[in-house]
């Protein structure tokens, strides 16, 4: 069955630290991979996705994410974090049209709680 | 303007009772979906509406039921409620099969007592 595993459920850091949050997928078909965050009392929003070309995305408020295939692997990265960063990552997965879709899976999150 | 909007925000209710939450969006958009966020934070979907014709349905008890009364709605019903239903469920809307992304609602608190 597909899945989405994300490696870190708690991540604690300082203002300034970088930031490297893990997540696998178990599909081996084509896949759309994206990045959610959930700040505190709000809603889920898209901070980035992968679809194909370079597997290097930049995201929004200076996150970014690298597809490795050979790994099934999507970490999102930021290199310096602030305290506003704190919330709830989501990595998900989807597959390509044609080929299913209309189903986005969500790994576990990870609370990342940035210290000011 | 709320792109996803559902109501209510906060809903607390008794075992046994039946209710229901409601999901609009003014996107466009042509598919919606149900999720359930549990207290770990855990995401899964429960439906996917495509033009309001049932597309996934996955596993959720038959006191689930979803309608779309058209492809801007998406509204749940929840029959004979159970402790393990408190979550926070949440309606989403794509431009197709959610390839692109998914636009979220607030979400809506349910506490079964």
């Known amino acids: 069955a597909q899945s989405v595993s994300q490696h870190n459920h708690h991540v604690i850091l300082s203002e300034a630290a970088s930031l490297e949050l893990g997540c696998n997928y178990s599909?081996?078909?084509?896949?759309?991979l994206f990045w959610y965050v959930q700040y505190p009392g709000q809603h889920l929003q898209l901070l980035l996705k992968?679809?194909?070309?370079?597997?290097l995305v930049k995201g929004i408020k200076g996150f970014e994410a690298e597809f490795i295939k050979s790994k099934f692997s999507f970490n999102l990265r930021k290199p310096s974090v602030q305290w506003s960063d704190t919330a709830e990552y989501f990595c998900a997965v989807n597959r390509s049209p044609g080929t299913g879709g209309f189903k986005t899976i969500f790994g576990a999150g990870t609370r990342l709680f940035v210290k000011a | 303007d709320t792109a996803v909007s559902q109501t209510p925000k906060y809903l607390v209710t008794q075992m046994g009772n039946d209710k229901s939450i409601k999901c609009e969006q003014n996107l466009g958009h042509d598919t919606m979906y149900w999720y359930k966020q549990d207290s770990k934070k855990f995401l899964k979907i429960m439906f996917s509406?495509?033009?309001?014709?049932?597309?996934i349905n996955e596993t959720v008890p038959n006191r689930f039921s979803p309608k779309s009364p058209d492809k801007a709605h998406l509204n749940l019903h929840i029959n004979s409620l159970e402790l393990g239903d408190s979550a926070v469920y949440f309606c989403?809307?794509?431009?197709?099969?959610?390839?692109?992304?998914?636009?979220f609602g607030s979400g809506t608190q349910l506490s079964v007592l």
């Open positions: 992968y679809f194909s070309g370079d597997p």
């Open positions: 509406y495509n033009n309001k014709e049932l597309i």
């Open positions: 599909y081996g078909g084509t896949v759309n």
């Open positions: 989403a809307s794509s431009q197709g099969g959610g390839f692109e992304k998914l636009f």
